[in-house]
């Protein structure tokens, strides 16, 4: 439960991050920003899933 | 999915404990699967609060784009539907009350569809039937007494708080309520 509601909350915290970056600089810094969130989301995601491979 | 009969008898459930019934906890579903069913509420009351936000924040928006008002009240929203039930879930065990955290939050959830229409009432008092504004202050004040009054309640039976402790609860969730809210309306201006 906590979980689910967990990646909730953060992803509207990234959400209005976004907005926040939109406002201040622009619709390119969003995409930008945007962008570099989302590789930094793949990155942690591989790096989690290559964790748990060498654990197991 | 939701059914509308299941919709029916937990918005009766939550008016029932709003009419201090302590039977009204009955009504609701306190499964996992209930327990996620009653987010549903969110989306019952949506109308309601778009027009409560709408017609009660009009100087607030002055000069902000539909765009920006409506991504940033959308994200608020979301944010206050989880804040408070993840928040419990560190504070329920801690004070010995984990059998009754998915009950507690299924009856806040619906709680939400009740404290809507007072809110409702009141912004009807004001932009409709614009009684003085001394009036409507105090009335708002008297309805968010109404509601705090509810939440304790709802704590004291779904979630078998102690009367302090509950007090400390309605009050942290008022507390968490009003920095989402003045964060939101920071990030309008």
């Known amino acids: 439960m906590a979980g689910l509601l967990k990646r909730i909350l953060l992803t509207m915290m990234a959400l209005a991050a976004l907005v926040i970056v939109h406002e201040s600089f622009g ?30 | 999915m939701i059914s509308r009969h299941e919709v029916l008898i937990s918005l009766y459930g939550a008016w029932r404990l709003f009419i201090r019934d302590p039977r009204g906890i009955e009504w609701f579903d306190d499964s996992i699967d209930g327990y996620w069913k009653s987010f549903f509420c969110a989306l019952v009351i949506l109308p309601g609060y778009i027009i409560w936000v709408a ?28 804040a408070w039930p993840l928040v419990m879930t560190y504070i329920a065990p801690a004070i010995d009350r984990d059998d009754q955290y998915i009950r507690y939050i299924v009856a806040f959830n619906w709680s939400a569809a009740i404290q809507i229409v007072l809110y409702l009432f009141v912004l009807f008092l004001g932009v409709v039937v614009k009684v003085p504004a001394g009036f409507a202050a105090f009335f ?16 004291r039976i779904a979630l078998e708080a102690t009367p302090g402790g509950a007090v400390g609860l309605v009050i942290g969730e008022l507390v968490l309520g009003q920095f989402i809210r003045g964060m939101s309306q920071g990030m309008l201006h």
Do not use: C, K, N
């Open chain 1, 27 to 56: 619709w390119v810094p969003a995409a930008i920003f945007a962008g570099a969130g989302f590789l930094l989301y793949i990155f942690w995601i591989t790096l989690r899933q290559m964790r748990e491979d060498d654990s197991d």
């Open chain 2, 140 to 155: 708002a004040f008297f309805v968010l007494i109404v509601v705090l009054v509810y939440h304790w309640y709802i704590l």
């Open chain 2, 55 to 82: 017609l009660g924040s009009g100087e607030l928006y002055q000069d902000v784009g539909f765009f920006r008002i409506a991504s940033v009240e959308l994200i608020a929203y979301v944010i206050s539907w989880v």
